[in-house]
T-cell receptor, first 115, second 115 residues
């Protein structure tokens, strides 16, 4: 079974600085998707960024980018120019390409942004 | 387009009672997944429905059940409530359950408190 590990329960960053959240996963599959979800204090979970395993190029979405290392099974999220609104729980998630298994989430990292 | 809606948003029940939670997916989405979120266990997958069929089921006791209707709306039911069932129950919908693009859109959740 696939597992997702987020080793940093909490992190903090100064406003306008850059922070990197770590995620590792374990799978025997070669085709899959990886996601980062954000859950602000209001509790609405939203998708931040998605990476297809077959793509070597790292995904980027505005200030959010990932460092996808397939061989190392690592999928970190970098937030540049951090803003107060970035404060939230961040979840890393895995989904097999076949779609036959559910989304697997890590335990999450709580990010605080300091003004 | 309206997002995923969940009703009710908050619920207080007594141990031993049963509860039904409802989820309306984004229009056109045919797949609905349910998750239980607690501080200790994080996000745990409950079940996934696609076109009224349960496609995946998490490791939860039989007291947890669900169903999906022809209009893709879904309900989950918990019978004989226990104190440990207190949690945020999240519903997520996606366009398709087949392989390929698979992005889940989450609802705001139902906060269930069992006393």
């Amino acid at each position: 079974a696939q597992t997702v590990t987020q080793s940093q329960p909490e992190m903090s960053v100064q406003e306008a600085e850059t922070v990197t959240l770590s995620c590792t996963y374990d799978t025997s599959e070669s085709d899959y998707y990886l996601f980062w979800y954000k859950q602000p204090p209001s509790r609405q979970m939203i998708l931040v960024i998605r990476q297809e395993a077959y793509k070597q190029q790292n995904a980027t979405e505005n200030r959010f980018s990932v460092n996808f290392q397939k061989a190392a099974k690592s999928f970190s999220l970098k937030i540049s120019d951090s803003q107060l609104g970035d404060a939230a729980m961040y979840f890393c998630a895995y989904r097999s390409y076949s779609g036959n298994t559910p989304l697997v989430f890590g335990k999450g990292t709580r990010l605080s942004v300091i003004a | 387009k309206a997002g995923v809606t969940q009703t009710p948003r908050y619920l207080i029940k007594t141990r031993g009672q049963q509860v039904t939670l409802s989820c309306s997916p984004i229009s056109g989405h045919r797949s609905v997944s349910w998750y239980q979120q607690t501080p200790g266990q994080g996000l745990q997958f409950l079940f996934e429905y696609f076109s009224e069929t349960q496609r995946n089921k998490g490791n939860f006791p039989g007291r947890f059940s669900g169903r999906q209707f022809s209009n893709s709306r879904s309900e989950m039911n918990v019978s004989t409530l226990e104190l440990g069932d207190s949690a945020l129950y999240l519903c997520a919908s996606s366009l398709t359950q087949t392989s390929g693009v698979y992005e889940q859109y989450f609802g705001p959740g139902t906060r269930l408190t069992v006393t």
